[in-house]
T-cell receptor, first 114, second 113 residues
Framework: GESVGLHLPTLSVQEGDNSIINCAYSNSASDYFIWYKQESGKGPQFIID?????DKRQGQRVTVLLNKTVKHLSLQIAATQPGDSAVYFCADLIPTDSWGKLQFGAGTQVVVTP | NAGVTQTPKFQVLKTGQSMTLQCAQD?????MSWYRQDPGMGLRLIHY???????DQGEVPNGYNVSRSTTEDFPLRLLSAAPSQTSVYFC????????????FGPGTRLTVL
């Protein structure tokens, strides 16, 4: 079936550098995407979302870019801090579902080094 | 607001035992759901509910039952535990249509021997 996936399982980033986490999706009908952060031993937390009518959306130190042509989205974290160490998931809204089910990618582990 | 609470945090079962994972939310959310999280895989939807008395199957419902007698509570029952059900289970809730306001509980780590 169609799925959301991630390119890299682990990303090591030096403190202060920018992080880029990538995600590919295969359902061309997907029109809404979310990034989640999951710290060790906790449930996922919403970071930022984007609709398919947008190419870019910015939050506090985070930016999500959406490229519908190649079905790819990325999460950029500016000036990465130790507290950013976590697993990051992308998810897309299953467009054929009337109740808004989300389909999750496997996740990327971000490790921030001093 | 306590948000979404789950009990227990950890549980060890023997194959064939049954148990109930509890989930409660105090945000008056209509939509509640259960996911399992396995290493190297994304969250997979087990069951969900769009309101009291209404439940439906997700992607991996086999071996699990749910009920929704109140808006606040959404327990997940394992009927006869199997080692393949060893996983971390997350409950989540949100208002209908509010996909960016989905809150997850802290999770239950279940081991089936």
């Amino acid at each position: 079936g169609e799925s959301v996936g991630l390119h890299l399982p682990t990303l090591s980033v030096q403190e202060g550098d920018n992080s880029i986490i990538n995600c590919a999706y295969s359902n061309s009908a997907s029109d809404y995407f979310i990034w989640y952060k999951q710290e060790s031993g906790k449930g996922p937390q919403f970071i930022i979302d984007i609709r398919s009518n947008m190419d870019k959306r910015q939050g506090q130190r985070v930016t999500v870019l959406l490229n519908k042509t190649v079905k790819h989205l990325s999460l950029q974290i500016a000036a990465t801090q130790p507290g950013d160490s976590a697993v990051y998931f992308c998810a897309d809204l299953i467009p054929t579902d009337s109740w808004g089910k989300l389909q999750f990618g496997a996740g990327t582990q971000v490790v921030v080094t001093p | 607001n306590a948000g979404v609470t789950q009990t227990p945090k950890f549980q060890v079962l023997k194959t064939g035992q049954s148990m109930t994972l509890q989930c409660a939310q105090d945000m008056n959310h209509e939509y509640m759901s259960w996911y399992r999280q396995d290493p190297g895989m994304g969250l997979r939807l087990i069951h969900y509910s769009v309101g009291a008395g209404i439940t439906d199957q997700g992607e991996v419902p086999n071996g699990y039952n749910v009920s929704r007698s109140t808006t606040e509570d959404f327990p997940l029952r394992l009927l006869s535990a199997a080692p393949s059900q060893t996983s971390v289970y997350f409950c989540a809730s949100r208002a209908l249509g509010e996909y960016n306001e989905q809150f997850f509980g802290p999770g239950t780590r279940l081991t089936v021997l």
